[in-house]
Nanobody, 127 residues
Framework: QVQLVESGGGLVQAGGSLRLSCAAS????????MGWFRQAPGKEREFVAA????????HYADSVKGRFTISRDGVKNTVWLQMDSLKLEDTAVYYC????????????????????WGQGTQVTVSS
């Protein structure tokens, strides 16, 4: 079992920044990758960013590339999502996820490739 706890969400004006954190505990030694997904009201959950736990390879959704940065600390078992130049359309509940199974992709991007999920943290971008 892996427990994930997100923090750092909140209300920010367009153009501003937020930093989300996700602390993992439990069977973290088996982690293959960690990722961030988001779900806006009335929309399906979508991939945002992910990082391979071993080599640090990253992958981003086109919609956030150049604005968001994912990073990890293997000692602290924590992953962060630095979000800059936030837009109204970034408003969503953001979920942290952990993949324990090795996938074909170095950095998994599909939600069914992830085994554990956090409770989510709300990010609201205002005009």
């Amino acid at each position: 079992q892996v427990q994930l706890v997100e923090s750092g969400g909140g209300l920010v004006q367009a153009g501003g920044s937020l930093r989300l954190s996700c602390a993992a505990s439990g069977r973290t030694f088996s982690t293959y990758a960690m990722g961030w997904f988001r779900q806006a009201p009335g929309k399906e959950r979508e991939f945002v960013a992910a990082i391979n736990w071993d080599d640090g390879s990253t992958h981003y959704a086109d919609s956030v590339k150049g604005r968001f940065t994912i990073s990890r600390d293997g000692v602290k078992n924590t992953v962060w999502l630095q979000m800059d130049s936030l837009k109204l359309e970034d408003t969503a509940v953001y979920y942290c996820a952990a993949a324990l199974r090795t996938t074909m992709a170095v950095v998994p991007t599909r939600d069914n490739e992830y085994d554990y999920w956090g409770q989510g943290t709300q990010v609201t971008v205002s005009s």
